[in-house]
């Protein structure tokens, strides 16, 4: 038993299907546990990073009698997920001009395109899986002119996936059923399809493609690369995928695994507490939604990655099932800023799928958002309570059974920005009930 900050601290292991690896054994005497779910990195120490930069605020912002008669333990889950790509292919050549620049511009075009597939099979490790990816690639000198290799390079791509998690959410549901070129056609971006805020500079987290600027868990170099022709769609394609993949394996560890886990640890505590950062936060809410026990204290989603819709009844949220039954018993935290440019760009991406292209990407308005750029949205009446995060010292008044969108861009820089002192005081306040 390792110890954050004097806490007790422990870790669940699961593999992609939720299946755990290891045992949890608590202290004798805990009273809240904290079940606490990483994102979207693929390093079990940058999981721990996380956990010991959070709760080493979390102790440090504590009054000396803020959670008198408790005894804490903290568990931290450890599961495989890997980096997908927020970003966005915006159609065009760049500042080329001329013949031979824009022939220079297709082929740095065709070089990223043939990059992302190779990572893709750090993802996707099943011989069949790394034959469809090959089999793509050999399609790329074709995409511009025949429809019929991008419905192939569609099909190859979506052989990838399990259909199992597709919903209406994030049109996953339209991007398994749809035509392939016509999905390539809808997913031509504009620059003009772009928010102010996510054409600009800064927010994001992603792997270098090899066009743009490397970026990093912290920051970006702006969250948009320009390719040409349908290549700009193709490379929109597989990051949905990637992005589909993250969020159904994120479905299953919380649902199969940390669900379980919830309803053991529950009969040896008072209270159980859930905390989840980007997909993590889609861990913890599947697991809350799949536990039993009526012991869940509280639910932080911090910067969470999932439909800002996924709470809603008028929308059929995904998740509405916790709201309708009363799965967490207090308050229900939600980070929120237009900082995360991360969580801003998977979800609009399906208005596109959908041909919609009325909103502009990251509008609040639109149908297709995220949790963790506009809070919860399309509640009912009484459901929500709307504020902001505020400095460590500062008054809540947080209630039973409700959301609070916290509107966090004082506090929270970026998508991986969660681990202060402001934030880890929020949660330390609806922890104390």
């Not at 209270?271 to 913890?284: E, K, P, Q």
């Not at 502009?360 to 995060?389: P, Y």
């Amino acid at each position: 038993m390792n110890a954050i900050a004097g806490i007790p601290y422990v870790e669940a292991r699961f593999n992609g299907s939720g299946a755990p690896e290891n045992t949890v054994t608590l202290p004798a005497g805990v009273t809240d546990v904290l079940i606490m779910s990483h994102g979207w990195n693929n390093d079990d120490e940058a999981a721990r990073a996380l956990y010991r930069g959070f709760f080493g605020n979390f102790a440090g912002v504590g009054a000396a009698d803020d959670l008198q008669g408790r005894s804490l333990a903290i568990v931290g889950i450890i599961w495989p997920s890997k980096r997908w790509d927020e970003r966005i292919a915006v159609e065009g050549v760049g500042d080329a001009e001329g013949s031979a620049s824009i022939a220079a511009a297709d082929a740095g075009s065709r070089a990223a395109l043939e990059a992302k597939l190779g990572e893709m099979k750090e993802l996707f490790t099943e011989p069949a899986q790394r034959k469809a990816l090959d089999e793509a690639k050999a399609l790329l000198p074709d995409l511009e002119e025949k429809g019929s290799a991008r419905r192939a390079f569609v099909d190859k791509i979506r052989s990838l996936l399990d259909r199992g998690a597709a919903g209406k959410e994030d049109a996953s549901d339209d991007f398994f059923r749809d035509d392939g070129n016509t999905l390539m056609e809808n997913l031509k971006v504009s620059e003009d399809d772009l928010d102010e805020e996510l054409a600009g500079p800064g927010g994001g987290a992603a792997l270098p493609l090899g066009v743009g600027g490397a970026r990093g868990e912290g920051g970006a170099a702006g969250l948009k690369d320009v390719l040409s022709g349908f290549k700009a769609s193709a490379m929109n394609v597989l990051n949905f995928t990637t992005y589909y993949e993250m969020k159904a394996r994120a479905g299953k560890v919380g649902a199969n695994g940390v669900a379980k886990l919830v309803d053991a640890l529950a009969p040896q505590v008072q209270r159980i507490h859930l905390i989840g950062h980007s997909f993590g936060g889609r861990v913890v809410t599947a697991a809350a939604a799949a536990s039993s026990t009526d012991k869940i204290g509280s639910m932080s989603l911090l910067q969470t990655a999932f439909s800002h819709n996924g709470f809603s009844k008028s929308m059929k949220g995904f998740f509405r099932s916790v709201v309708d039954q009363q799965r967490v018993r207090g308050p229900i935290l939600v980070t929120h800023t237009k900082n995360d440019k991360a969580v801003g760009v998977a979800y609009p991406l399906a208005s596109r799928i959908v041909g919609d292209r009325a909103a502009k990407f990251g509008d609040e308005n639109d149908v297709f958002g995220g949790l963790g750029r506009n809070g919860a949205q399309r509640m009912e009446s009484g459901e929500i309570v709307t504020g902001k995060l505020l400095p460590a010292g500062g008054q809540y008044a947080f209630q039973p059974g409700k959301f609070f969108n916290l509107e966090s861009t004082a506090f929270i820089p970026d998508h991986g920005g969660v681990t202060g002192r402001e934030v880890a005081y929020a949660v330390r306040r609806a922890v104390a009930g």
